[in-house]
């Protein structure tokens, strides 16, 4: 007989029925949990409007005195706080001698950076996108709330080990001191060492007046605040006041919820490192002639077909990773962005946006659609998330004939973007097999329909790194370009061709291998000019030549990657070539790390982990012509 299932309530009723025995002992009247539950309650009473006598404000000068462990910026903080439910907040706040404040009025949200003159105002009633002037953002704020239910929050200071440790004045006031920390039961219930917090409550009040939290480690933090409780403050006092002469971009309430929403996820969520290698491959999921596979642990896509088909697979085999990397790109990376440039993101990728799409392919823009469409997402974020390469920093080599010991054809890309954002956990091998040009691997990331690292079923491999010429953007993304050069090209002449004849953007530089000659070229490229430099050639950017090698980074990086090929010049096989791309070669953005073999379709993948910048973990080992003739496997898993 199959075991019976446990009752899904079963684990929160043994867990609160332990704490209620936890806590069996404790009087009723003044003992530490019984100040602590007390000033619980009155916080959240306050928190939610729930006062005995008329509304109040909550004002409160906040001091961070002690920050070893927090990031070096905090160090000094002081923020002043003034809240009053169910809808009004305001908090500004200087440190490092920088001062922003935000702020909600109502169904308003507004961000201010008076030393950058720069506010953005989310208000309903504004469209969401330029390119959609009709649709107009009809978001409504709920009031605020508890974080969690009144009983969890009982449960949870159940919990807690609450001592108290006399009584204390500050400023006058008399204050109870608890020194706080979880159950000793329930750190090894949870497996966790814990720290220990202490809180000065005043008596007349519960308001915290300090804080004090150490983990035994590495943190040790003190806040000290100076509470008030007033009579509320009148409705202009809660409204974004800019000077005259500040920009003060209106847009639409939903890209600040959506900010709010993404922003804590992109630098707490985690990539895990990949276990040993095991050759293990597994069906996924099917769509149309589209599959997904696991295959050693990674995601490969095999998409076949027109753009639209090729879209629609996407978007269905990949819809989580597709909206999760939209909303970390656009949401969480790109509205952050806007703070720290002083410029509303949106402003500037949708007039980016109008530059571009009149010299791009209309198939690629149908792809995106499709993608959207399947993914049930809106056409102008999938649209808008595949602009987000044009600021890649990285670095690319070619190496074959006399600099190799084995006489492959050698070529390695490093990308440094973005690490740590969630890009890496959704990574993608896609392979390629449009009902037009060549067959092509892509490796990039899920909703990403352009190129920045890929190779074609005729042993034509690119890599690009970017420079300047930032909002130069008339002419054909740098993405599309890379993927033109992966369908049309069959020789690298042909690529060379692809590329100088396009309309170009900004400034990129690329290195593009042709495996059957075991030629190789660095392009120098902006929207006016357009430079080959040939094996053994250099170039004011990259002064040391070597015989059958193109190498390209910048600064530090390029010589380091020189003195090594100059090192092992002759005695480069596999190996030694991916040791190539390892730091300081690479930066610590290191996302992702690629060496093709394009005489014989061989190519090594390796992405950024939680713990690893990518040249520095495992790579996954693929062939181009074995992905392209192999049939899906007989088994089939949820994913």
């Known amino acids: 007989m199959a075991p019976r299932q446990l009752p899904s309530r079963l684990p929160l009723f043994v867990s609160l029925v332990a704490l209620l025995w936890l806590a069996r002992a404790a009087p009723a009247e003044e003992s530490p949990r019984h100040i602590l539950s007390d000033a619980v309650a009155r916080w959240a009473n306050l928190a939610e409007g729930r006062q005995a006598s008329a509304p109040q404000t909550l004002s409160a ?56 003159k720069f506010a953005v105002l989310g208000k309903n009633g504004v469209p969401f996108f330029k390119a959609e002037p009709n649709r107009l953002d009809d978001t409504l704020l709920p009031p605020f709330t508890l974080p969690i239910s009144r009983l969890k929050l009982s449960m949870f200071i159940l919990a807690l080990d609450a001592q108290q440790e006399g009584i204390e004045k500050i400023d006058g006031d008399d204050c109870d001191v608890l020194r706080i920390g979880l159950r000793s039961q329930i750190r090894e219930l949870l497996g966790v060492s814990g720290g220990e917090a202490k809180l000065w409550l005043r008596k007349s009040d519960r308001l915290p007046l300090r804080i004090t939290y150490a983990d035994g480690r590495r943190v040790d933090v003190r806040v000290d605040i100076e509470p008030r409780l007033t009579h509320p403050l009148s409705e202009e006092d809660w409204k974004l006041h800019a000077a005259p002469d500040d920009d003060v971009e209106t847009v639409a309430l939903a890209h600040l919820v959506k900010f709010i929403n993404v922003a804590p996820k992109v630098f707490t969520e985690k990539a895990e490192p990949l276990g040993p290698s095991t050759g293990e491959r597994r069906l996924i999921a099917t769509e149309g002639n589209g599959r997904l596979e696991m295959i050693d642990g990674t995601r490969v896509l095999f998409l076949k077909g027109s753009s639209r088909q090729m879209g629609r697979q996407q978007g269905k085999l990949l819809d989580k990773q597709v909206h999760q990397i939209c909303d970390h790109i656009l949401y969480g990376v790109g509205v952050g962005s806007s703070f720290e440039k002083g410029k509303w993101f949106f402003g500037e990728i949708e007039g980016a946006e109008a530059r571009l799409e009149p010299f791009m392919d209309k198939r690629y823009l149908a792809e995106m659609d499709a993608i959207a469409d ?106 599309e370009l890379v993927r033109e050069v992966m369908e049309k090209s069959n020789t690298l002449e042909d690529a060379i061709r692809v590329m100088r004849d396009s309309p170009r953007t900004c400034q990129y530089y690329y290195v593009i291998s042709d495996g059957k000659t075991k030629q190789a070229v660095g392009i120098a490229a902006t929207p006016t000019e357009f430079t080959v430099v040939h094996a053994g050639e250099s170039f004011p950017q990259l002064p040391h030549a070597f015989a059958d090698s193109v190498l390209m980074s910048a ?24 040791d190539l791309m390892t730091r300081p070669v690479c930066m610590t953005s290191n996302i992702q790390a690629v060496l093709f073999e394009p005489d014989t379709l061989d190519f090594w993948v390796a992405n950024a982990n939680s713990k690893q910048v990518a040249s520095a973990a495992r790579y996954t080992h693929y062939n181009l012509r074995n992905l392209l003739k192999s049939e899906p496997p007989r088994s089939r898993f949820e994913f």
């Open 374 to 479: 399947a993914a049930d997402m809106d056409r102008q974020e999938a649209r808008l998330a595949n602009f987000f390469p044009e600021l890649f920093h990285c670095s690319g080599f070619s190496l074959w004939g006399k600099a190799t010991r084995d006489g492959h054809m050698y070529h390695g890309r490093v990308l440094d973007y973005l690490k740590g954002v969630g890009l890496e956990q959704n990574a993608v091998v896609m392979v390629y097999q449009p009902d037009y040009g060549n067959a092509w691997v892509n490796l990039g990331y899920a909703g990403f329909i352009g190129s920045v690292s890929a190779m074609n079923e005729k042993g034509i491999s690119i890599g690009e790194m970017g420079g300047r010429g930032y909002g130069d953007w008339d002419g054909k993304p740098m993405a």
């Open 555 to 578: 600064g530090e990086r390029y010589e380091t990657l020189c003195q090594r090929v100059k090192s092992g010049y002759g005695g480069f096989d596999a190996d030694a070539a991916r």
């Open 61 to 116: 000068r906040i001091k961070l005195v002690k920050s070893d462990g927090l990031p070096p910026e905090l160090a000094g903080l002081v923020a002043d706080l003034a809240y009053q439910a169910p809808d009004r907040l305001r908090l500004s706040g200087t440190a490092s001698g920088f001062t922003a404040s935000a702020g909600r009025d109502g169904n308003t949200l507004w961000v201010y950076e008076p030393q950058k």
